[in-house]
């Protein structure tokens, strides 16, 4: 069974940090794009960060550059996402999936235009910043 599963969120204080990971079951995720999403309450969803296949080149949205690292650890099927310097405009659900590799070529490098091309997604997983 192909799965993706988001762990790692949680409720922080501003300018603490948070890991996320995603982990497959059912097939590799070194070959794939794997793209981070986020959708705040009465906002579209919105592309993080994505780190691709083959040559692990890395990709973030301006709003979290600086501040979130995401890394793959191929021996646990696991993308991580690092989440640090959070601030409450950060709240949101955060989602992974898959892609083919270079994904992005297609698009610009625009993540957000990319997204119908992301065809496995996890459940999510909520992370609010809050005081």
């Known amino acids: 069974q192909v799965q993706l599963v988001e762990s790692g969120g949680g409720l922080v204080q501003p300018g603490g940090s948070l890991r996320l990971s995603c982990t497959a079951s059912g097939f590799a995720l070194d070959v794939y794009a794997v793209g981070w999403f986020r959708q705040a309450p009465g906002k579209e969803r919105e592309g993080v960060s994505l780190?691709?296949?083959?040559?692990?080149?890395?990709y973030y949205a301006d709003s979290v550059k600086g501040r979130f690292t995401i890394s793959r650890d191929n021996a646990k099927n696991t993308v991580f996402l690092h989440l640090n310097s959070l601030k409450p405009e950060d709240t949101a659900v955060y989602y992974c999936a898959t892609a083919p590799a270079d994904i992005l070529r297609l698009y610009n490098d625009d993540l957000d235009r990319a997204q119908p091309d992301f065809d496995s997604w996890g459940q999510g997983t909520q992370v609010t910043v809050s005081s």
């Open positions: 780190i691709n296949g083959g040559d692990g080149s890395i």
